[in-house]
Structure formats: structure tokens, C-alpha cells
């Protein structure tokens, strides 16, 4: 559906309400180079909030997003060490063999397809990683916005929108293109939001750019009223699993 996969209208939002990943993530990525000289390119990048974890000392670090108002609002967030562009993974504007890895948080499944990962695999050097990383929002009476995502913002659509993460198997994916020694593992972790965040949160994902304009206000007045409502002491908790993936060129 059109505008489904675009977040550049929804940068506010974004900013509010999206969180980082957790450092043993990052940890273990770092686990595998050699930081000194290494180049890594963060895929989907967003407004930076992964990228900007990446950094480290002797590490050159890239950017790259499909839409150029993520890719300012990073930029102004800098620091100097990031250097971001815009592009899409199906065409890379790097040489080949250029990086010692590539990353793609919660991004991925909008560039699911061989295309990209041949090209992933063509920017990067002979041994370089590729790390998938997505953030599964699980169904539990502990985990009052997934009520949000399942129920109650499909009441605005007619049909239910396309789920993006339908048959979504990063690993065969990555093996399908080539690449070796797929690892993978998952971790479980409790997202805490302020209700002003978790609203922030409701209104960043894909869904809210398929509502129709004449509806945002009453969507906005049902998800407010249900997380005050939810909220225990200010806070909504969201119980995430962190499934990531690790192949090698």
C-alpha cells in the first residue's frame, strides 16, 4: 500500500518514540572485526538512532537511507564521525568490497528480497558480516501495545494492511544470496515508555501513514485513551523479543 514503508512524514514521532537496540547486540558484532580502520554501513538508517550506537573509536561509520529527510534529521544529530547518504540497499552507492559489515535494525524487511542482498553482499569484502536485527512485539496480557498494532489501528482500514514481515526469513534469504555461516539468536527485553513515548511510539509505525487523513484525530483520541487508561505509574512496558542474524561473505 502506498506510503506503508515511507517514515519521513513521521520524523517527530520517530524521535520520540523509537528505541535503541541493546548494547550485547553491538557487543557481539564487535566480536567479529577488527575495529581499527574497519568500515561499517548502517542500512535504513532512519534518523540515526541505531547508527549512532555504532560508533566507536577507529571505526569508519555510514549512513544510508532512502529518504532524505531521515537522512537530515540524522545528519543534524551528528556526530562528525557518522557520514551519512541517501540510497536504498538495492543499489549501494559504494564500490565493491567496500565495508567489513553491514547493518540493517528494523529495516530489513522493507528491502526483503535477493536483489538487496546480493548488492549487500557485493559492497562488502570477502568475509565482511551482514547483521539482520528486528524488534517482534509479543502477544501478552503483559503487553498492552500489541493491542495497539493488532486491533486497534486495523479498525481504521477497510482491509488489513499488508504485514511486511509475512514469510519474513532472514536467514534463508541471506543463504539464498550466498552468504555462510548464518548465526542466529533472540533476546528478550521490556521496552519502558512514558505515555507521551508509547503514543510517540503508536504514531511512528508503518500503519499510521495508511490512515486516512479525515481519521488520524479519532485514531489519535482512541490510542490516547486506552494508554492513559493502560499506563501503570506513567509507564507502559512492551515485552520485545530481539531476534538477530549474522551471515558472513
Known amino acids: ?103 540493517a535494525f528494523s529495516s530489513f524487511h522493507w528491502f526483503y528480497n535477493k536483489e538487496a542482498v546480493l548488492e549487500i553482499k557485493r559492497a562488502l569484502k570477502d568475509g565482511g558480516i551482514f547483521l539482520v536485527a528486528n524488534k517482534n512485539h509479543l502477544p501478552s496480557s503483559d503487553n498492552p501495545l500489541r493491542a495497539v498494532y493488532e486491533g486497534m489501528l486495523d479498525s481504521f482500514f477497510a482491509k488489513k494492511p499488508y504485514d511486511p514481515k509475512s514469510d519474513y526469513d532472514p536467514a534463508a534469504l541471506m543463504r539464498d544470496g550466498g552468504f555462510k555461516e548464518i548465526r542466529s539468536k533472540s533476546i528478550m527485553v521490556r521496552q519502558v515508555f512514558t505515555v507521551r513515548q508509547a503514543i510517540a511510539y503508536v504514531q511512528s509505525v508503518s500503519k499510521w501513514n495508511l490512515i486516512e487523513e479525515r481519521d488520524r484525530e479519532r485514531a489519535l483520541e482512541t490510542v490516547t485513551e486506552y494508554c492513559n487508561k493502560v499506563a501503570k505509574e506513567g509507564t507502559i512496558t512492551d515485552e520485545v523479543e530481539i531476534a538477530y542474524f549474522m551471515g558472513k561473505r
Open 1 to 103: 500500500m502506498d506510503g506503508q514503508g515511507d517514515f519521513g512524514n513521521l520524523i517527530k514521532s520517530y524521535e520520540e518514540g523509537r528505541q535503541r537496540f541493546p548494547e550485547a547486540i553491538i557487543e557481539e558484532l564487535w566480536g567479529t572485526l577488527a575495529l581499527g580502520g574497519a568500515k561499517v554501513l548502517d542500512l535504513g538508517c532512519g534518523t540515526g538512532i541505531s547508527t549512532r550506537q555504532l560508533l566507536k573509536p577507529g571505526l569508519s561509520l555510514f549512513g544510508l537511507d532512502k529518504d532524505q529527510r531521515m537522512i537530515s534529521t540524522a545528519r543534524a544529530h551528528g556526530p562528525s564521525g557518522i557520514q551519512y547518504s541517501v540510497g536504498t540497499a538495492n543499489r549501494i552507492p559504494f564500490p565493491d568490497g567496500y565495508f567489513d559489515a553491514v547493518t
